[in-house]
């Protein structure tokens, strides 16, 4: 059993009657990317909720520093950020605002608010309403809310949705700049996040044959 | 500031913000209770009798309407998931969020709830008794309410599934209610029913967070 870093080991998950994925297995050592491939519905979205700790998986364990993460979920919540298909934005919040709540459920959050609204360019739009801004301007927001919140280990959800070159490119900085600092990153993408060469986590390969993952390091 | 009380201020601010606040469940309980003497005519005689009981069931259902904001605005748009996830235990999170319920749907009725006393003519004797009747059963109404508002989350239409769940629950409070209003008219102590509706808090107070919180994890899933 690995000692540092973050692994899932032989997951299953079941939503409803349906196997989604099967014996799906991988490791990130502390500064580790993986990425995760597979077409709709094959269980990118499940997988990291099952990361996130808001699905249990059927099967299986995952283990963070060599501790199963149900034993602590507590601990295993304050150490994540996640970024799903909802952006959580506020209608009628501004920018700041939005993200200032956000900021306000960590502690020394507040402090760090300004450089993540700077990192996504969101500066010039901080006393802009929520229900004004574009479905691109609400995913830089989401992903600000992560630089807010400091976490070990990010979860990202299709996080380049509706984002465009440059916002792909301040993405890609800050997960560079994350993972710099022992950081390690989850993400399910249909594009290429810029992040070289890393571990890529193939789901939903052809039935009956178990989805095949393999040991990455 | 912390996460718990960071979390009231936001849902106050919002609730504020919509303009679904205070104003519709005041604008609410004040129609309802005005229907009465169109319903049962202008008699002082009979609208004196009921009138404790029409200002209970009138603030019970209006604090209903404004249950299915309590989770639902937050589910939808993905912030209940983030929530769940944040340091806050879900416990607490809905604690807060019953706590900033009850400052913008049940404190505003305590407020509004002598002018329609007067209205209806409600016997001087009775107003303290009532006050302080709904100051201690509201609370039990947003705590009461989190679990029922808990369960329907995750349904599109959930507002009448939701009424049939709350609804019984609420019978306690609203007995007690009248009954200390009745007898403080009747010029006998109404400590008693007093009591019994704080220990209605106390208990919901302890026990619907984590109810309501149970059911949200159910939804999230």
Redesign the interface.
Known sequence: MPQTGFAGESLSCLRGERLVFREVSFHLEPGGALLLEGPNGSGKSSLLRLCAGLLKPAEGRLVYKGRDIAQDPEAHRARLAYVGHLDAVKAVFTVAENLAFWAALVPGGAGRAQAALERFELDHLAEVPGRFLSAGQRRRLALARILVQPADLWLLDEPTNSLDRAACEALTAAIATHRSGGGLVVAATHVDLGLGTVPVLRLGSPAPAPAVAPEVS | ?S?FS??IA?DV??AF??GSAATLSVMFFFLAVMLFPLGVGPEAAILARIASGVLWVAALLSVLLSLDRLFQADY????L??L??????LELTVLAKCLAHWLTAGLPLIIAAPVLALLLDLPAKGLAALLLAMALGTPSLSLIGAIGAALTVSLRRGGVLLSLLVLPLYIPVLIFGVAAVEAAIAGLPSISHLLILAAIALAALVLCPLAAAAALRLS??
């Open positions: 500031m996460a960071a979390l936001r601010r919002l913000r919509q939808e748009d993905g912030s998931e983030l769940a996830l944040s340091g806050l235990p999230l899933e």
